[in-house]
């Protein structure tokens, strides 16, 4: 999936940097569905669309998950936790993440233009 993804980024005239960014929170936020809930990897559809200097994903699954909150601070370097979320929320332009019967939808949007 990464490298499907690194290469659409890179078709679309995405420049390198905003490519790294847009995949690492790519992977996290798959990893987060993947190990804090019951969700196997199977069961997540990704949504890309890169249109006028703007690269947009939606990672849907069917979990139910609404407990967690985003990161204000930089998570410390011993923390265990909340440095994928902190990353996600400070990198993209655009996050959110809404619960609704059919499952979780985290919508995340980067400018690089």
Not at 24 to 53: F, P, Q, R, S, Y
């Amino acid at each position: 999936m990464v490298r499907a993804l690194e290469r659409y980024l890179e078709a679309n005239g995405v420049p390198e940097l905003a490519r790294f960014k847009v995949v690492t929170c790519m992977v996290e936020a798959v990893a987060n569905v993947v190990c804090h809930t019951e969700v196997a990897l199977k069961d997540i559809t990704l949504t890309v669309c890169c249109e006028a200097g703007k690269v947009s994903l939606e990672l849907t699954d069917p979990s139910h998950v609404s407990d967690f909150t985003w990161p204000i601070q930089q998570p410390g370097a011993l923390d265990q936790r909340g440095r994928g979320l902190w990353i996600i929320h400070n990198w993209m332009n655009a996050v959110s993440h809404v619960v609704c019967e059919q499952g979780s939808r985290l919508r995340m949007e980067l400018i690089f233009a």
